[in-house]
């Protein structure tokens, strides 16, 4: 059904929503899911961060039991 909606059709859906909601209701929308996206962006950039400083600190330790470690 959506496969044959052509130029035209994405066209007449644009006028139809840009006459139900208006400019200045429609570029607001576009601002608030434009901050989102940032959003989004930052936490995920956030979130690499954490895991790469996590995996930075930690370091390899020697945890072999103070009796084994005599034996070998």
Known sequence: ??????????????VVVLVLFGRGKISSLMGEVGKGITAFKKGVSDGKKEIDDASASEEARDVTPETEKDKA
């Not at 059904?1 to 644009?14: F, T, V």
């Open 1 to 14: 059904m959506l496969n044959n909606i052509g130029l035209p059709g994405l066209l007449l859906i644009a």
